[in-house]
């Protein structure tokens, strides 16, 4: 069991034991009118994993690009801590590359209703937000190098980091572009983004929620969308793809 963490006051933290589901328990917290910031965190050694409640007030189209303020958020807690040569991406929209391998990503539950009036774009009754970062390798993982589908941070020499320090830093820098996203909209968050986006400028094809995208990735949207070249689809929207979350530790 971990010492007891220091959040921002803000939020209201929950410590959850080894083997409970965060994200499930917030957006079961969220159908029950819990507080905006209510925190669930997870104690473990193994895993950084935390979910926050949200309060939409935005069309489901721009909330969820705070998948991108988390992400940006993630990249500045990590940068800050891990050895300056072990390189930090993004995969758009939610997953966080760590040396070209999926070392994590960020989650976004959103009420149902709002997915089932996709047309309407409405507000989202509830939104849970949350982040998960492979701190060490699951029991029976393949030796480090043996796969690069997977990786985790002390298998690319982060050894030195703690989930607790990690999820402090989240929590902090998360407030901050939250702040920022309220205050000056998307811009600053996709300028921070773009910088530590994986294969930027390169050809990708990208297969999520049943359907399939080529082109040159270039950038984001004003909703997050993501910006192709060289293609008759240059815009793939966030509502295309973030039904689900795209990535998973299995």
Not at 182 to 187: H, N, P, Y
Not at 194 to 203: I, Y
């Amino acid at each position: 069991m971990q010492e007891e963490l220091i959040f921002p006051p803000i939020y209201r933290p929950h410590r959850i034991d080894e083997g409970g589901h965060v994200a499930a328990l917030a957006a079961e917290a969220a159908r029950n009118d819990a507080d905006p910031a209510t925190l669930y965190w997870l104690d473990s050694a193994d895993m950084m994993s935390c979910a926050i409640v949200l309060a939409p007030e935005q069309p489901l189209s721009e909330c969820l690009a705070s998948v991108h303020v988390a992400m940006v958020a993630l990249g500045d807690c990590l940068g800050a801590q891990v050895p300056p040569q072990v390189e930090v991406m993004f995969g758009w929209p939610d997953r966080l590359m760590v040396n070209g391998g999926l070392a994590g990503g960020i989650t976004l539950t959103v009420d149902p209703a709002a997915w089932d009036n996709l047309a309407g774009d409405p507000v989202p009754e509830w939104a849970v937000l949350a982040a998960h970062v492979a701190m060490t390798p699951r029991e029976n993982a393949p030796e480090p190098g043996m796969t690069r589908q997977r990786t985790t941070l002390f298998d690319e020499g982060c050894g030195d980091l703690t989930t607790g320090g990690l999820l402090e830093s989240f929590s902090r820098h998360f407030l901050l572009w939250s702040n920022r996203y309220v205050s000056d909209g998307l811009r600053p968050i996709a300028d921070n983004w773009l910088p530590r986006a994986a294969k930027r400028g390169e050809p990708v094809d990208l297969r999520f929620g049943g359907g399939h995208w080529k082109g040159t990735l270039l950038g984001l949207d004003e909703k997050g969308g993501l910006v192709l070249g060289d293609t008759k689809t240059p815009l793939v929207p966030l509502t295309d793809v973030l039904r689900t979350p795209t990535w998973s530790f299995d």
